[in-house]
């Protein structure tokens, strides 16, 4: 059984800054890519930043320069560093993970997500 938790989200006023983590438990062999999606009210769940095991990231134009997403590999945890926050960035943020686990099946879990609300 695997299992992503998400926390750091809250209220932050435009041009503050979050950071988000996701934590990946139980029996993981490995872990390649994770990602962080977002979902605004009223619209689809788009892909905001990844990153593979070997540390190569990708962001959406949208976030580029704002967003910095990271990892660590010892503890099976991605963070998304979040600057300059606007109030389109408002979303409940949603952590993604391919793992292999012990009994190497290798699929896609995704975390319950935390809410991140950008307004003053």
């Known amino acids: 059984h695997v299992q992503l938790v998400e926390s750091g989200g809250g209220l932050v006023q435009p041009g503050g800054s979050l950071r988000l983590s996701c934590a990946a438990s139980g029996s993981i062999f490995s872990i390649n890519t994770m990602a962080w999606y977002r979902q605004a009210p009223g619209k689809e769940r788009e892909l905001v930043a990844s990153?593979?095991?070997?540390?190569?990231?990708d962001y959406a134009n949208s976030v580029k320069g704002r967003f910095t997403i990271s990892r660590d590999n010892a503890k099976n945890t991605a963070y998304l560093q979040m600057n300059s926050l606007k109030p389109e960035d408002t979303a409940v943020y949603y952590c993604k993970a391919n793992i292999i686990s012990t009994r190497w099946y290798t699929d896609d879990y995704w975390g319950q997500g935390t809410q991140v609300t950008v307004s003053s």
């Open positions: 990153i593979t095991n070997r540390g190569t990231t």
